[in-house]
T-cell receptor, first 113, second 115 residues
Framework: GNSVTQMEGPVTLSEEAFLTINCTYT??????LFWYVQYPGEGLQLLLKATKADDKGSNKGFEATYRKETTSFHLEKGSVQVSDSAVYFC????????????FGKGTLLTVNP | EPEVTQTPSHQVTQMGQEVILRCVPI?????FYWYRQILGQKVEFLVS????????KSEIFDDQFSVERPDGSNFTLKIRSTKLEDSAMYFC?????????????FGQGTRLTVV
């Protein structure tokens, strides 16, 4: 079956530090890959996505590249801000008739000033 | 911007009681979902709903659970007789058609605590 493995948190960084959150997956077929973010007190929001191998998703300075050969979709940001403090979820959608998402466990990021 | 809304944000209930979690999906969406997250664990798929019927459900979604879309706007999750292990954050989501790359939009979640 499908599964997503995410880097264990929590992750604590200083402002302007480089961020990597690792995500690897197991899936049948050719999944689409997503990063969702949950800010304190809010719901899950799509941060970025990639739908095929070698695609790079990007948004708000965050990037992730769909690597089929390593089955990975690591999230990176060159310079984090305090406002990036949130829980980050890696997820995949392998299609089928219902397009349900399979999520990783989530990684709590705290950025200190 | 359209959004998925969930009520209540918090619900505390006694074991054995029935609870109904409510969701208003985005109006032109076609697929509706419930997910849950037990504290410290993964976000897990519970059920998907399409064309006015359940299209898929997980093994978690047993006979104690049911979903309805009674009036074309609300989408509800009912737990008939709650257990302690049902305590979790429950997320509703919806999406349009458009293939596996189309994003699902999530509500803010309902935190259910069973005591």
């Amino acid at each position: 079956g499908n599964s997503v493995t995410q880097m264990e948190g929590p992750v604590t960084l200083s402002e302007e530090a480089f961020l990597t959150i690792n995500c690897t997956y197991t899936a049948t077929g050719y999944p689409s890959l997503f990063w969702y973010v949950q800010y304190p007190g809010e719901g899950l929001q799509l941060l970025l996505k990639a739908t095929k191998a070698d695609d790079k998703g990007s948004n708000k300075g965050f990037e992730a590249t769909y690597r089929k050969e390593t089955t990975s979709f690591h999230l990176e940001k060159g310079s984090v801000q305090v406002s990036d403090s949130a829980v980050y979820f890696c997820a995949l959608n392998s299609g089928g008739s219902n397009y349900k998402l399979t999520f990783g466990k989530g990684t709590l990021l705290t950025v200190n000033p | 911007e359209p959004e998925v809304t969930q009520t209540p944000s918090h619900q505390v209930t006694q074991m054995g009681q029935e609870v109904i979690l409510r969701c208003v999906p985005i109006s032109n969406h076609l697929y509706f979902y419930w997910y849950r997250q037990i504290l410290g664990q993964k976000v897990e798929f519970l059920v998907s709903f399409y064309n006015n019927e359940i299209s898929e459900k997980s093994e978690i979604f047993d006979d104690q659970f049911s979903v309805e879309r009674p009036d074309g706007s609300n989408f509800t999750l009912k737990i008939r007789s709650t257990k302690l292990e049902d305590s979790a954050m429950y997320f509703c989501a919806s999406r349009t058609d458009g293939g596996r790359g189309t994003e699902a939009f999530f509500g803010q979640g309902t935190r259910l605590t069973v005591v």
